[in-house]
């Protein structure tokens, strides 16, 4: 038997399998995924190397063919699950083996396990007090006091003797070379959920939830794994129908992960899965130490834990018995890497599914489009729950016109209308959440006097405003020089816009004086459990106003909100994105669903410069399928995700001139090899940002409604890039359906 075998992940250039001979002592040890040590080289100097498949014969003269040395020591496997959903995202998504593998390897190497250590005395209490009489008489005080504590108690924690007894490990064993005690030593995995003991109030389910949860158990009993879509308004208890389907699947002996978009949303998630399935829930994520990454790991693979919870990264937990992914507001885009290859979390759960035999569950309030779209083709199954848990109404929303306010002299960012309601709920005791969708710099030019926005004559876009007086377009290229006055309606007040939360916040504390205000932001939140400190100052009513980006208006549950503002809609509206417009509407009802979860009704202001645009229109009516509809038809018009896919080409380079020349050739040879007349290839254009780092970037897009079709091109794509040199200084990255611009 033969095994192929990629040699050392670390190093990108080895991206290929090499044979080796299974030895007849290692043909039942080994499994794809397993580490193993083989002989590599002209030196045979040996090298780690993962099993990716295996065969009955080589592909070479069998006499060359070296033999596997042995499993690797101190090393982590792949599960064969997890390098068969690495094969097929390499496929997917573009990329190299080794970078595949490294994303679906949660832990890379063996961690110190953390030890327990219990000293046990192993002499009779008789016998004891003759040993404590000689060390008593040969004033050995050490010995004396440890053998004191042992008399009195059998078994005594080994930290504890040497931190309060000032016994030194030396003195230790000594008495256990004497056989009056020995050490016992007990590995104990890390964990960093603190498991309460607080058990979880009766449910009263609603009928649409009831129905949502028979659903699922009868496909589930009937061994039927689906892919569902939860699509239900904010408030409507998502979470509880998540906990039923779990429930379903860890008492058929199975395990379930729940992905959530950002780490922000641990704390609350896991508390509430906690108070049902107690220490069998877990974490998985960036901020853990390596030791307790691994231990997690460990804890899945060894069966001691039936939930884990996490973000992205968390699909690829090793459960032995994966039952359901449930994949939480997975609209977002965070669910979509950045790094190659460039998976979305979604796609890859229903892949990981497919191979697992598992469920995948999809809950959203604002559901991405290609999920819906896949409910209409009867790809998934769509669950709805169109009213809250608690009967509680959904939050009134009202829009302001900030073109208005600017008219009657008001030039702050808050509006007369959200000032006066502000005024309300601090006089009430009430809290309110201000939300400000500003990241970096200002990324286009508005008019504040008609609501005039600069975009491409070429593209349905924005331009986009750079350092040094230009405006330009990130899908065609095109260019302009900024321009001071608006060329609809005249007005001198065309900028952009440059207010954030620190200021905000400085603003908030400046007119009102008498509240407490908490913000949160990337700047407030970059030291572990900063999160979970803001959040719970928050909940526990610290604080009356709390402001902030996205991250506030996702999933959090705070029954004393009444009150949500958002500052200005208009700021995701026309970033240079064919999604912008989808992640508007999401973030304006995902906004105005923090409001009024408890027992007081809620109420949101969306302040805008453009309020008759159909996203802010239909999120105030928290309309979605009208919204659906209306981005549909500017999504078939121009061929963009989900009627079409896209895939876009990065190529990063030093040398700008090659850079250049490598773009237009790329596109020259998409051209040639792309035959298919549907086939429609974009640029190459400058992105976002066209330089970081001392590093030139360009970017090529092509469109095909067919998803095979944009596969077949990159392949081939990939070999010529591969057998021609002059791609070597250049990086080069695919991404399918991109949800950000790059």
Not at 265 to 290: E, H, K, P
Not at 383 to 395: I, N
């Amino acid at each position: 038997m033969y095994a192929k075998i990629i040699i050392d992940i670390t190093h990108e250039k080895l991206d290929r399998t090499f044979e080796y001979e299974v030895p007849k002592d290692m043909e039942d040890g080994l499994a794809i995924g397993s580490s193993v040590l083989v002989p590599f080289g002209n030196q045979d100097r040996l090298c780690q190397g993962f099993v990716v498949g295996f065969a009955k014969e080589c592909s070479f003269d069998p006499e060359k063919i070296k033999a596997i040395h042995g499993k690797a020591p101190k090393s982590v496997s792949i599960e064969e699950n997890l390098v068969s959903l690495a094969v097929w995202m390499k496929e997917h998504y573009g990329g190299t083996m080794i970078q595949a593998l490294k994303t679906v390897w949660p832990v890379k190497k063996e961690e110190r396990p953390k030890e327990k250590r219990m000293i046990h005395r192993t002499v009779s209490v008789e016998e004891g007090r003759k040993w404590l009489s000689f060390f008593q008489r040969k004033n050995q005080k050490a010995r004396a006091r440890l053998l004191e504590v042992l008399l009195k108690s059998e078994d005594v924690d080994y930290g504890w003797i040497t931190r309060k007894l000032g016994v030194t490990a030396q003195v230790v064993r000594a008495l256990e070379e004497k056989k009056i005690l020995t050490v016992e030593r007990e590995t104990v995995f890390r964990n960093p959920v603190q498991a309460s003991g607080a058990g979880r109030a009766r449910i009263t389910y609603t009928e649409e939830q009831q129905e949502a949860i028979r659903i699922f158990q009868e496909d589930y009993e009937r061994a039927r794994f689906d892919t569902y879509l939860l699509y239900g308004v904010t408030g409507s208890g998502k979470t509880e129908v998540y906990m039923e389907m779990i429930r379903t699947v860890v008492s058929a002996g199975r395990q379930a992960i729940i992905l959530i978009p950002e780490i922000a949303l641990t704390y609350q998630t896991v508390m509430r899965f906690v108070q049902v399935f107690g220490n069998r829930v877990s974490i998985m994520n960036s901020r853990l130490s390596a030791g307790e990454r691994y231990d997690q790991m460990m804890r899945a693979r060894s069966g001691e834990i039936d939930v884990m919870i996490g973000p992205r990264s968390a699909l690829f937990t090793p459960f032995e018995h994966l039952g359901l992914i449930v994949m939480d507001e997975e609209h977002e885009a965070t669910y979509k890497s950045e790094q190659v290859p460039r998976y979305h979390a979604r796609e890859t759960a229903i892949e990981r599914a497919r191979i697992e035999g598992a469920s995948v569950v999809l809950g959203s309030a604002t559901p991405s489009l290609e999920a819906f779209a896949g409910c209409k083709k009867g790809t998934y199954r769509l669950l709805r729950l169109t009213k809250r848990a608690k009967e509680q109404q959904m939050a009134q929303v009202s829009v302001v016109d900030m073109r208005d306010e600017l008219k009657n002299g008001n030039r702050s960012i808050i509006s007369d209308a959200l000032r006066g309601k502000i005024y309300d709920r601090l006089e009430k005791k009430e809290q309110i959440m201000l939300f400000l969708n500003r990241r970096g710099f200002a990324g286009f030019l508005s008019c504040r006097s008609c609501g005039y926005v600069v975009k491409c004559p070429h593209c349905d876009v924005s331009l986009s405003w750079h350092k040094g007086g230009r405006m330009v377009c990130h899908y065609c290229g095109y260019e302009e020089k900024v321009i001071s006055v608006c060329p609809s309606c005249g007005s001198p007040h065309i900028g952009a816009f440059k207010a954030g939360t620190q200021q905000v916040e400085e603003l908030i504390k400046k007119e009102f004086p008498q509240a407490g205000v908490l913000r949160m932001d990337l700047d407030t939140t970059r030291e572990k459990e900063s999160y979970e400190k803001i959040l719970s100052a928050f909940a526990d009513q610290e604080a009356d106003i709390l402001v902030g980006t996205q991250m506030i208006v996702k999933g959090h549950d705070f029954p004393n909100v009444t009150l949500v503002g958002v500052l200005a809609a208009v700021l995701s509206l026309y970033m240079s994105d064919f999604r912008a417009a989808e992640r508007t509407f999401a973030l304006l009802c995902q906004a105005a669903g923090r409001a009024g979860r408890g027992s007081v009704p809620g109420e949101a202001v969306i302040q805008s410069y453009h309020p008759e645009h159909y996203s802010i229109q239909t999120a105030a009516r928290q309309d979605y399928e009208a919204f659906f509809e209306q981005e549909m038809k500017f999504r078939s018009l121009m061929g963009y995700p989900p009627s079409a896919h896209l895939m876009a080409i990065l190529m990063i380079s030093e040398d700008e001139a090659l850079l250049e020349k490598g773009a237009y050739y790329l596109k020259i040879f998409a051209k040639a090899v792309g035959s298919d007349p549907k086939l429609e290839i974009i640029g190459p254009a400058s992105p976002a940002v066209a330089k970081i780092r001392d590093l030139y970037r360009k970017a090529l897009y092509l469109k095909h409604e067919d998803y095979q079709v944009l596969i077949a091109v990159k392949n081939k794509i990939e070999r010529y890039i591969e057998i021609n040199e002059g791609f070597s200084r250049i990086r080069i990255q695919f991404d399918f359906d991109p949800v950000q611009a790059f």
